[in-house]
């Protein structure tokens, strides 16, 4: 597939990093070189230098003869111009386009079949949000996200010491996960999957991920020891798109506070926020902490722009009493740093986003995709069709589909009903089926049992 990729900035990067391994043509456009010969260096992809939004400069890239366009410049005006004019120029490549800004997101009309000429709107910043907000209903879990309409969650916890989890074996754990429904679809030791059978044995450190119905959730956790108190206070570190965001879809239900050093952006959402209390001051400075009862906060949300800020802020919470401390990176290699510092769970904007723009890059007919792992590892919602030749699924049973080692079925969803998935199961056209690829490089797999009709 020949994709062209509109910004080379931090979510650019990213997504070029990610669909460059996978055998397809990546062009990434950016007007900043230096940008651009970093991602030479480190991806086998071309690039071209301009303005992403200019005629000639999307000619020079190869959008006439582009399958897809995904415009996530630093400026909203500028990815949906590029639509625009690729709308007018071109046949219509498939167009995804990052929108930051709420005016424009809360009229989507504007991107109606009169509107502006964009296939998908994408906005990170309420990827993220959404990503954290979870994280706060079910404040025990490392990663949670929703399959199926959210009729299905994807969950992980992490294993301590003399947990109910450490030292068993999966098939010990059938007694709680019972019916089928309920599935343990991986496990990361050290970051580095292992085999998931009923021998496997869960250590101390590893993070294990189930897949069950939503409603189950909760008394899962529970069995698990892993359902912690709900989370009431909370101090958000910056007022940026994510933090503003998140307050709004807190404030009403929780007591929230903000932090934010930019007198002007502290300023304005004050004003748009009505419940918030915004607190103009360093997110690190451990005497404010300390005036505003971190030992008495429930969750500090470091989500600045600044991963360095965001862990000092977070690891400073921790020590001074936070219950738990959430720190967004948006750089993965930071994550290694996290160790030691009492950070509860560290969010990635790219790999959080990565996977609503990889969804409608997959060539099966694929309905969702979570990236995970640092974005090693995928869990992807795959819907059946019959076939003529025997890469479809439909009319097979489950222990007669031969996927590879590292590719574990999670949930079956027929007529919007989550059903018991056992080895006699026979798969029907229009099933959703989630699964779990513990290597990125294993999803062409499932994509040739996929195909649309």
């Known amino acids: 597939m020949k994709i062209l990729i509109l910004g080379a900035g931090v979510t650019g990067s990213s997504v070029a990093g990610a669909l460059a391994s996978e055998e397809n043509d990546i062009v990434v ?17 071309a690039t071209v230098a301009g303005n992403a939004a200019h005629p000639r400069v999307l000619e020079q890239a190869g959008a006439r003869t582009a399958d897809m366009i995904i415009a996530v410049t630093d400026s909203d005006e500028t990815n949906m111009l590029a639509c625009v004019i690729i709308n007018a120029l071109y046949s219509r490549p498939k167009t995804i386009a990052r929108v930051r800004a709420v005016d424009y997101l809360k009229n989507p009309q504007l991107f109606g079949p009169n509107g502006i000429p964009v296939d998908i709107v994408i906005s990170p910043e309420q990827i993220v949000m959404e990503a954290i907000r979870n994280l706060i209903e079910f404040p025990g879990v490392q990663h949670i996200s929703d399959f199926a309409d959210g009729l299905v969650r994807l969950f992980s916890v992490k294993v301590v010491a003399d947990g109910s989890l450490t030292g068993k074996k999966i098939k010990s754990l059938k007694e709680r996960l019972v019916g089928g429904k309920i599935r343990v679809v991986a496990i990361f030791r050290q970051g580095i999957p292992l085999t ?18 939503r409603e189950e959730v909760r008394r899962i956790l529970k069995e698990l020891n892993k359902l912690e108190a709900p989370i009431r206070r909370i101090i958000i570190a910056g ?15 929780h007591q929230v506070k903000i932090i934010e050093k930019d007198p002007i952006r502290a300023k304005k959402i004050s004003n748009d926020l009505d419940h918030t209390v915004v ?9 404010l902490l300390l005036d505003e009862s971190i030992d008495s906060t429930d969750l500090f949300c470091a989500i600045t722009e600044n991963d360095g800020v965001n862990i000092v802020s977070a690891s400073l919470a921790k020590s001074l009493g936070a219950r738990k401390a959430i720190c967004l990176l948006n750089h993965v290699s930071y994550s290694k740093l996290l160790p030691g510092t009492g950070i509860d769970v560290a969010v990635l904007p790219n790999q959080e986003t990565l996977g609503s723009i990889l969804k409608h890059v997959r060539r099966g007919d694929v309905a969702q995709v979570s990236s995970l792992c640092g974005g090693t590892a995928e869990a ?4 059946a069709h019959q ?8 009319g097979f049973r489950v222990d007669s589909i031969n996927f590879p080692e590292g590719i ?5 969803i027929r007529n919007q009903q989550v059903i018991s998935i056992h ?12 699964m779990f690829a513990m290597d990125k490089k294993l999803v062409v797999n499932i994509e040739k049992k996929f195909q649309p009709l």
Do not use: Q, W, Y
Not at 29 to 41: G, I, M, N, S, W
Not at 380 to 383: D, K, L, Q, R, V
Not at 387 to 394: A, E, F, G, M, R
């Open 29 to 45: 456009v950016d007007f900043r070189t230096e940008l651009l010969d970093a991602l030479k260096e480190r991806f086998d992809i």
């Open 196 to 213: 998931v059978n009923g021998e496997a044995v869960i250590e101390t450190g590893d993070e294990v991920f189930f897949v069950a119905p």
């Open 239 to 253: 007022g940026g798109h994510v933090g503003k965001r998140l307050a709004l879809a807190l404030e009403k239900d």
């Open 279 to 287: 607190l103009l001051a360093d997110c690190a400075d451990e005497a």
């Open 380 to 383: 992807i919602e795959a819907i």
């Open 387 to 394: 076939s003529n030749d025997l890469n479809s699924v439909v």
């Open 408 to 412: 574990v079925m999670g949930a079956l």
């Open 423 to 434: 080895h006699e199961t026979v798969f029907e056209e229009g099933d959703h089926v989630v």
